[in-house]
T-cell receptor, first 112, second 111 residues
Framework: RKEVEQDPGPFNVPEGATVAFNCTYS??????FFWYRQDCRKEPKLLMS???SGNEDGRFTAQLNRASQYISLLIRDSKLSDSATYLC?????????????FGAGTRLFVKA | EAQVTQNPRYLITVTGKKLTVTCSQN?????MSWYRQDPGLGLRQIYY???????DKGDVPEGYKVSRKEKRNFPLILESPSPNQTSLYFC??????????FGPGTRLTVL
């Protein structure tokens, strides 16, 4: 089983739709959680950090459920510019230090 | 401007010819890391460094070396590249546990 698993894509949605991505992680001691966005052939960029209390940034809402080891990202009122790959990221303290594990990513296509 | 720089951006080389990909950051970050990205596999961590002279293996360290002699620099060394190391490589830096900032990527082809 992969340490971080995401919904398989791609998601094809019309403009204005609400879309939700899910991510599960296997290490119960994981420390910090993020959603990154990656455009084709570009570097990943932080979309938002994920906190236990949940957090919202405009049209984007992230939730963390530590008991179920589950992270979600909700995008409301999708825009064409939201088309990208969304990466779930988990940081774990390991015996040697601080490791970062990326999910394989979920591709989103928003169509006019 | 706060940034992570990588060089070269594109490289085509032959099997066995040693190469180094440089990475530099100007944000005084303690944590630096190298990833490779392959289709269907996502980003996988190669090596990371918690601070100067402190490095450790990620999930796919075989065939790679790193060093961290200065806080700002974290070069990735391929002593004897092989075709299975053809990939897109990203360097990243952060404060420990925080948001990682990525370089623009290095596309490496090993023939």
């Amino acid at each position: 089983r992969k340490e971080v698993e995401q919904d398989p894509g791609p998601f094809n949605v019309p403009e204005g739709a609400t879309v939700a991505f899910n991510c599960t992680y296997s290490n119960s001691a994981s420390q910090s959680f993020f959603w990154y966005r990656q455009d084709c052939r570009k570097e990943p960029k932080l979309l938002m950090s994920v906190y236990s209390s949940g957090n919202e940034d405009g049209r984007f809402t992230a939730q963390l459920n530590r008991a179920s080891q589950y992270i979600s990202l909700l995008i409301r009122d999708s825009k064409l510019s939201d088309s990208a790959t969304y990466l779930c990221v988990v940081n774990n303290w390991d015996t040697g230090g601080f490791k970062t594990i990326f999910g394989a990513g979920t591709r989103l296509f928003v169509k006019a | 401007e706060a940034q992570v720089t990588q060089n070269p951006r594109y490289l085509i080389t032959v099997t066995g010819k040693k190469l180094t990909v440089t990475c530099s950051q100007n944000m005084n970050h303690e944590y630096m890391s190298w990833y490779r990205q392959d289709p269907g596999l996502g980003l996988r961590q190669i090596y990371y460094s918690m601070n100067v002279e402190v490095t450790d293996k990620g999930d796919v360290p075989e065939g790679y070396k790193v060093s961290r002699k200065e806080k700002r620099n974290f070069p990735l060394i391929l002593e004897s590249p092989s075709p299975n190391q053809t990939s897109l490589y990203f360097c990243a830096s952060s404060f420990i546990g925080g948001e990682q900032f990525f370089g623009p990527g290095t596309r490496l082809t090993v023939l």
